[in-house]
């Protein structure tokens, strides 16, 4: 019988062909690619999750850190041109790196190359602190510089502070010319309680000025007529920070700058007056500031039977300030007059005056205040203790800090240098010596001396013509703080032998895990003065809450916006967009009311549409309304108009230009990026019609639904900002991400 043909002994089945082997491994390597090309974009996607999550952290620790100090939130974060001290505009989308600011501030040979300044791009724009508030405490031995020195000290909410002093010389400039990026206005601290005010007659009278020697040094007299500022003259001279609104011929009213001020100088001959008896002292010695212009100050002796004996030559302003027109009268009631404190040497010691104050640390943002301000009586019986607010610039959003508790037990009980050990939130930490994209001036070296290798926590920036240096911290990547002592390590004694090149280095207080984000503590550390760099003593840290500044490898930013506390009427739409080519001369705290517009900037437009213009600086950011509107009565049958109602508090977003129930402007306004929003209680809008669903409503007599405000009975009593926003960037691979979060939070007491 003949074998049967294709199968093999024992019934085997026959070997695969080279061609099946070949289809199979096809196969194989195909959906190997599959999967390899889903790894990178898998990767990227739990990469990004991660980076959400950890921004959504960031944002919430940040808010509820505020929420806690909520009595210390300032009036205000703003942007600043620092050339001319003004507020700069910023739509919200502007404040994320994807359009960066490439106006560099450093002028450098043409066709040099040098690359945008990381103080001026992405949530840095918006980096000025204005109003942070507080009342100081009690005041206690420290021996941070002169030794043991009885003294009140505050610790800033947002630190590192970028420069104690202005960083450009002479005044603040309008000049479109004049642009020459400065990088800071520098700390002011002012009372937090206005001067009370006398209205002074022309010429002024006994009465007037016997109502000024009662309230002391913490008085003042004017003349709107004649924008005339009068004070009791002192031995000791004094600055104020001004605030005020104007009208000029045209009716225009503006809001003037943050950092305008006056200054009195000190007068020799001036005596306590009333005396120690309460007796008034004739002749008085008074200054009379002149607020046209760019300001003067003059002297003058007042008899309080015959008026003004003598009036000294007026003298130029010290102090930048931004005055009214020839032609421009100031808006009745709306000045505010804050004393400023002095800024003297944290190595000098307090004298007579007790306005004076020093800063200790700008990287903690520790500042000391004369130790008679705590127990200083305030006006009207309401106790002792003055309130002082400040103004000052971050540093750099990039620089985060985080809050530690070191722990109480160490985590090698078996070593012979036992650590405690932890972790930061953010994972690695930037080191220097590392590339980023970041420019970086080299310490000591000139404006083309630059390179992207990361220098250090605090960025060095040389000096410009008017535009002063910024010393750096090179070699210095990681601060360490104690939060009670305001004590100090850096991470120049904290590296492991062998690990940088970085020369008198060394590992005495612990070291980094860069990688990891992890420190480790020895369980005895040196801490240093934080303005003298000597060290201040050993510790064990076990239990000390620290706070840490560092640089995350990712480039995490922490910023935190804010919108004003309260905003002013303006009925000039120049205020918020001025014509091509010049600047904006008044600060943002401003609000446009349609109705208030009839006869000025609009025309007859909208009237009673009840839409108010918010600058676009304050977009996406929320705010509290008070207003009173007039209802129709259809009870009988007919409309008539009815009851009024005060709203209060109610709650708006600040709406984008694009939304399409914003309102109809004329074309001459159409180029204006008009932020805006609407009372829940609003007239029809004349330019869309009755059926606007914005309008307020009503059931008329036959039971249709009509509008149910009176037009144009809308009144806008007050506006205030009621948000606090986190805005947290990161890069991930080549692209910048953001993550936003807002809190309603306000102080609980505001002016």
Do not use: C
Not at 51 to 56: C, I, P, R
Not at 575 to 603: E, H, M, S, W
């Amino acid at each position: 019988m003949p074998k049967q043909l294709g199968r093999a002994k024992n019934g085997a089945h026959r070997g695969v062909s080279l061609v099946e082997v070949l289809v199979v491994m096809v196969v194989i390597i195909i959906g190997m690619l599959a999967i390899a090309r889903l790894f990178p974009e898998g990767i990227a996607s739990l990469d990004y999750t991660g980076n959400v999550t950890l921004a959504d952290a960031l944002s919430r620790e940040n808010a509820e850190g505020l929420t806690r100090r909520r009595e210390n939130l300032p009036d205000g974060i703003i942007g600043v041109d620092y050339a001319s001290g003004l507020i700069r505009l910023f739509d919200p989308a502007q404040l994320n790196h994807t359009e960066p600011y490439r106006d560099n501030p450093i002028a450098v040979p043409p066709g040099t190359d040098i690359p945008a300044d990381p103080r001026f791009s992405g949530p840095n724009k918006v980096r000025r602190i204005v109003g942070e508030q507080f009342k100081l405490q009690p005041p206690a031995l420290h021996s941070f510089d002169i030794g043991n020195e009885l003294v009140s000290t505050y610790n800033a909410l947002f630190t590192p502070i970028y420069s104690i002093s202005p960083m450009a010389e002479g005044p603040p400039s309008r000049s479109p010319g004049a642009m020459i990026r400065a990088a800071a206005l520098g700390v002011d601290a002012y009372s937090g309680t206005p001067s009370q005010r006398v209205l002074f007659s022309d010429p002024p009278t006994r009465e007037n000025v016997e109502a000024l020697l009662r309230l002391g040094p913490q008085g003042y007299g004017i003349n709107y007529d004649r924008a005339l500022v009068f004070v009791v003259s002192q031995r000791y001279s004094r600055t104020f920070k001004v605030e005020y609104t104007f009208r000029a011929n045209a009716g225009t009213a503006a809001q003037m700058a943050p950092n305008s001020g006056v200054t009195f100088p000190a007068d020799p001959a001036a005596v306590a007056n009333p005396d120690s008896a309460g007796n008034i002292l004739n002749p008085v010695r008074m200054q009379i500031f002149d607020m046209h212009g760019a300001g003067t100050v003059a002297d003058a002796q007042f008899d309080i039977d015959t008026g003004f004996t003598s009036v000294a030559a007026a003298a130029p302003q010290p102090t930048p300030f931004l005055g009214i027109g020839p032609n421009d009268q100031v808006e009745p009631g709306s000045d505010l007059i804050y004393r400023r404190l002095k800024a003297i040497g944290s190595s000098t010691a307090f004298s007579e005056d007790p306005y004076e104050f020093k800063v200790y640390d700008t990287v903690f943002g520790l500042f000391g205040f004369h130790p008679a301000l705590a127990t200083m009586p305030l006006p009207s019986q309401q106790g002792r203790g003055l309130t002082i607010r400040l103004d000052y610039d971050v540093d750099d959003w990039h620089i985060l800090r985080e809050d530690v508790t070191v722990p109480s037990q160490v985590a090698d009980t078996t070593s012979a240098t036992p650590f405690y050990a932890m972790r930061l939130s953010t994972g690695a930490i930037k080191r220097v010596g590392e590339t980023e994209d970041f420019l970086n001036f080299v310490e000591s070296g000139t404006a083309d001396n630059n390179t992207f290798e990361y220098q250090g926590l605090i960025r060095y920036y040389p000096a410009h013509g008017p535009v002063a240096g910024r010393p750096g911290s090179p070699g210095v990547d990681v601060v360490i703080v104690d939060v009670e002592t305001g004590l100090r390590i850096t991470s120049r004694t904290m590296q492991k032998p062998g690990t940088t090149p970085l020369p008198g280095v060394n590992n005495n207080d612990g070291e980094i895990d860069y990688e990891h984000g992890v420190l480790h503590l020895r369980d005895n550390v040196t801490f240093l003065n934080p303005f003298s760099g000597a060290a201040a003593g050993t510790a064990n840290p076990a239990g000390r809450k620290l706070r840490v500044y560092y640089r995350a490898v990712k480039d995490f930013a922490v910023a935190t916006f804010k919108p004003y506390n309260n905003y002013f009427r303006t009925i000039d739409a120049t205020d918020f967009y001025p014509p091509a080519g010049t600047l904006p001369d008044v600060d943002r705290k401003i609000f446009q009311f349609a109705p208030d517009t009839i006869n000025y900037a609009y025309g007859a437009v909208n009237p009673g549409s009840s839409y108010l213009m918010i600058s676009n600086s304050d977009g996406e950011k929320s705010v509290a309304v008070d207003y009173q509107w007039q209802e129709i009565d259809f009870s009988s049958g007919s409309a008539q108009p009815g009851a009024f109602h005060t709203e209060a508090q109610e709650l708006h977003q600040v709406n984008p230009p694009t939304d399409p129930r914003g309102p109809l402007l004329p074309s001459q306004y159409a180029a204006f990026p008009w932020w805006w929003i609407r009372v829940g209680h609003a007239d029809v809008d004349a330019g869309k019609g009755p059926a606007d669903s914005g309008a307020g409503t009503g059931i008329d007599s036959t039971g249709n639904t009509v509008p149910n405000v009176v037009p144009g009975s809308v009144r806008i009593i007050g506006v205030r900002g009621a948000s606090l926003q986190t805005h947290v960037v990161w890069r991930q691979n080549r692209r910048w991400r953001h993550h936003r979060r807002t809190t309603v939070l306000t102080r609980e007491h505001s002016r």
